[in-house]
């Protein structure tokens, strides 16, 4: 069965610091890969998403940015984190664009 | 106007009533998905729907494309379905567009 990995699940950063989230899924191949942000009181909001190595689609213009150095494996990244960076990052796939798309469990980021 | 409207927002209800929660969109979409996410903010595909009407359960989830609306009923109501209720649409490419939420409280 398929599984899908986040860590951490929370991180206190100081504004300014560099920031990466990982995220891995196991048990299937060539996924789509996303990466959504909750801010506090916010909906969901898609950040990136990806079909393939290498290939990263970002819909949101933002400090943040996205690698996907192997095939099941989804970093986000920020070379100097905002206050507005706080939220609830979520990474998601799904087995193409059709089909339902499964959550990880989540981090909670803090910028102080 | 967002692209996906939610109501309501809160919802109490008290355990064993029937609960409906409203999802409307403005845009043509292939698929709607309701996603239920819990306190601590983990989240769960219930449903992928293009039509019609599915049923897992005591949840129910229909959509109607004319009328752009799908529904979400929770049949004989129980407080561990207390959470967010998530309306989301695919409409052109990969990316979901998401209501805002309907915050369902179940009272014992």
């Known amino acids: 069965s398929q599984t899908i990995h986040q860590w951490p699940a929370t991180l206190v950063q100081p504004v300014g610091s560099p920031l990466s989230l990982e995220c891995t899924v196991e048990?299937?191949?060539?996924?789509?890969l996303y990466w959504y942000r909750q801010a506090a009181g916010r909906g969901l909001q898609l950040l990136f998403y990806?079909?393939?190595?290498?290939?990263i689609s970002s819909e949101v213009p933002q400090n943040l940015s996205a690698s996907r150095p192997q095939d099941r494996q989804f970093i986000l990244s920020s070379k100097k984190l905002l206050l507005s960076d706080s939220g609830f990052y979520l990474c998601?796939?799904?087995?193409?664009?059709?089909?339902?798309?499964?959550f990880g469990p989540g981090t909670r980021l803090l910028v102080l | 106007k967002n692209e996906v409207e939610q109501s309501p927002q809160n919802l109490t209800a008290q355990e064993g009533e029937f609960i409906t929660i409203n999802c409307s969109y403005s845009?043509?979409?292939?698929?709607l998905h309701w996603l239920q996410q819990h306190p601590g903010g983990g989240i769960v595909s219930l449903f992928m729907l293009s039509s019609g009407k599915k049923k897992h359960g005591r949840l129910i989830a229909t959509i109607n494309i004319q009328e752009k609306h799908s529904s979400l009923h929770i049949t004989a109501s129980h407080p561990r379905d207390s959470a967010v209720y998530i309306c989301?649409?695919?409409?052109?490419?990969?990316?979901?567009?998401f209501g805002g939420g309907t915050r369902v409280l179940v009272k014992p």
């Open positions: 998601a796939w799904s087995s193409d664009w059709r089909e339902t798309q499964y």
């Open positions: 048990g299937t191949s060539n996924p789509n």
């Open positions: 989301a649409v695919k409409a052109a490419g990969n990316k979901l567009t």
């Open positions: 990806s079909v393939g190595i290498g290939q």
């Open positions: 845009v043509g979409i292939s698929a």
